[in-house]
């Protein structure tokens, strides 16, 4: 890729607070800033999340560089000095070392707190606004999001090229080189399911609806099975090692169905171009709720899927169970799969955050 305007060094700050998603997100960013031909730092308070994603990362070292990106145990940045007029990215409203952040006026930095995800309508509004901080800088918000008024999603250059290259082999020889698990005898009309969930997700009525499907099932699980849900009738839990981040997207484009869960699977999912059923990181007072009606509506999933995706983020297991079968009867499938395709299409034509936030950052220091 080109780089859209001169060189600008990037130090991204990452405090890992739901085990995959915040390293996740920011490992992605991380390297599609750098692809695009800028030095990038990505500073981390927890390595091993991110070593699961990045097996080559080593958990124990300090300082190491990956993918052109170096990466750089959280409590040095109290000793090191910011980028001269870099972009420093505070991911997720986590909280700069004092130093660092006392250092970056004299260095004329551009300061970045990088939101999370949203679709509510007020993002777009919100979107780019500065905030005066102390010494004289100003802190500009930046939220990903599904309109072209927001910060985008983020998407590789290659993602759709990728795709389609893989469809165009046996899913089930892709499924059994990315998990290691024996698909020689299994059914070629089955459904195969990926579940990815939160614990409190309603298993039991998942569990029971899928066992009453017409045709055998097979649920695919990274890392392990819930507790608890195990195969039943024609419907086999499958475990199997959890896969690196790179990996994660051919899993997707295998499966009929994606339960995911967080952000950044939820934006590989979408990308798949498959149904989803997305299980939002829960909040107080059920403020997670409203965000996922926002999203939802923009979605715009057959009445059955949307159905469904509310009863797993609200633990119905009976509105589950009753819910998946009717989004999976045949006329609903057939709209929800046209519309999750459609959608990713849509989205595609939008500009991706990293190329997004490159041009932001720089018309802000062009600009003043």
């Not at 509004?125 to 072209?148: N, V």
């Not at 939160?198 to 499907?213: E, F, K, N, Q």
């Not at 051919?250 to 939820?266: H, I, K, Q």
């Amino acid at each position: 890729m080109t780089p859209p305007g001169p060189r600008q060094p990037f130090d991204l700050f990452c405090r890992v607070i739901d085990n995959y998603g915040d390293a996740g997100v920011c490992w992605r960013l991380a390297r599609q800033l750098r692809a695009l031909g800028h030095p990038v730092r990505l500073w981390i308070d927890r390595l091993a999340p991110l070593a699961a994603l990045a097996p080559a990362i080593q958990v124990r070292r300090a300082t190491q560089t990956w993918a052109g990106v170096t990466v750089n145990d959280w409590a040095q940045a109290a000793h090191t000095p910011p980028p001269r007029q870099g972009v420093v990215i505070e991911a997720f409203g986590c909280t700069l070392p004092s130093p660092y952040q006392a250092a970056m006026a004299a260095q004329e930095c551009l300061w970045i707190n990088l939101e999370y995800l949203s679709a509510e309508a007020w993002v777009d509004g919100c979107h780019g606004l500065p905030s005066p901080q102390a010494g004289g800088l100003k802190k500009f918000f930046y939220f990903p999001g599904f309109s072209p008024a927001s910060g985008g999603l983020l998407r590789e250059p290659d993602l759709f090229a990728r795709h389609g290259q893989a469809r165009r082999q046996d899913r089930f020889q892709r499924l059994q080189a990315l998990t290691g698990l024996d698909t020689c005898g299994w059914a070629r009309d089955a459904w195969l399911i990926l579940l990815f969930c939160y614990p409190d997700a309603p298993l039991d009525g998942l569990r029971t609806a899928l066992s009453r499907l017409d045709r055998p099932v097979y649920v695919l699980t990274p890392g392990h099975a819930p507790p608890g849900f195990d195969s039943l009738g024609a419907m086999r839990v499958l475990p199997f090692d959890f896969v690196p981040q790179d990996r994660f997207d051919a899993l997707l484009w295998c499966c009929d169905l994606n339960f995911v869960r967080g952000e950044d699977s939820l934006v590989r999912a979408i990308w798949a171009g498959a149904p989803l059923v997305w299980h939002i990181y829960r909040q107080a007072e059920a403020a997670h709720l409203d965000k996922l009606n926002a999203w939802l509506d923009r979605a715009q999933w057959p009445a059955p899927a949307r159905a469904l995706t509310l009863a797993w983020n609200q633990e119905d297991d009976a509105a589950l169970a009753r819910d998946l079968a009717a989004a999976l009867a045949p006329a609903p499938w057939a709209q929800w799969r046209r519309r999750s395709r459609n959608w990713a299409r849509d989205l595609a034509r939008q500009p991706d955050l990293a190329q997004s936030l490159v041009a932001f950052c720089l018309h802000h220091r062009q600009t003043g």
